[in-house]
């Protein structure tokens, strides 16, 4: 048994609910709960993108941290450097 303190405002909406559903308030208590953490078990099926991929980003890194910046002038270079010896 688990005894629960409800301010006046919840135990008169926990009370009348009971009352116009016929049911009993440990019945609403219960299906609450359960809803509640089937809520909880979806929030965590449902990852994010980053989430999902965490374990996988930076984990075979160049070292160079500039590379989404940089990148232009690196190709740049690259095309410069091909041509140059032709």
């Known amino acids: 048994m688990i005894s629960v303190r409800l301010d006046n405002q919840l135990k008169k909406l926990l009370e009348q609910t ?3 559903k ?3 308030k440990s019945q609403i208590i219960k299906e ?5 953490f089937n809520m909880l ?11 999902l ?8 890194s160049s070292g160079k941290g500039d590379l989404s910046t940089t990148y232009k002038q690196k190709l740049k270079d690259k095309i410069n450097a091909k041509n140059s010896h032709r």
Not at 32 to 36: A, D, G, M, T
Request: aromatic share 14%; no cysteine.
């Open 53 to 60: 991929g965490s374990d996988l980003f930076g984990k075979y």
């Open 18 to 20: 009971a009352q116009d």
């Open 32 to 36: 609450s709960l359960i809803h509640y």
């Open 41 to 51: 078990k979806q929030e965590q099926k449902q990852k994010t993108p980053y989430e």
């Open 22 to 24: 016929s049911i009993s």
